[in-house]
């Protein structure tokens, strides 16, 4: 088994993260660790706040320490956040990635939708139109983002959601969410998810593909 293998590049924290079962309740203490580890309770508490950085661990004052579910968002998200506090243009090139990952796994994606999800994308085009064409006309961003994940929610690949996900954290960091962008870009942006959401109830998923791949590209020719 690949735990049987687990890489001596890893702290001593992580080594015994990646061996011990999340389904039991708690962790050990930090002193009882730090005995079994053969290493300082000091050195211990640092290896664990990159641990609970990175959302491998959860510590509250009742329940203790557990090892939590792995994701990859945190790492992503922090590492991302970064390099936008550095220089904002790295969320073009972010942004670019994220792109092609969605149209990679576009069908992949779109095929393990169940009769539930694709009712609740027609709620979000729903919505969306709402906003759009109510007074006042309100920026459909909650309802854009929901819309994205929720398509590629049953890959059941946690590196490809950290990406998506960490994507939308990095949008409205920028401002995105909030950007208007004028009454026609706004519609046709939505024209464009509702043909996607069409052509996946339809089962027509290259017809949805082509749309992501039309809608993705307005975002580069947004008016200014």
Known sequence: MLRERISPDISEFFRYLAAHDEAENRLAALTE?????????????????????????????????????????????????????????YFQKYSNLRNHVEAAYWNEAVSKLTDEDKSELKAFIARAQEKLNGVPIQVPHEEHRKLHLLIYRRLDDPFVTGILEAYWEAYETVGLNVYAGGMDYLQEVWQYHAQMVESICNGKYEAGREALIKHIDLLAQRPE
Do not use: K
């Open 33 to 89: 660790l730090s005995r079994e580890l053969g290493i300082s309770v000091a050195g211990l508490r640092e290896q664990l706040e990159v641990a609970r950085a990175l959302g491998l661990v959860e510590v509250r004052p009742r329940t203790g320490m557990r090892r939590l579910p792995y994701t990859f968002t945190p790492a992503v998200r922090q590492s991302l956040q970064y390099a936008l506090a550095l220089d904002s243009s």
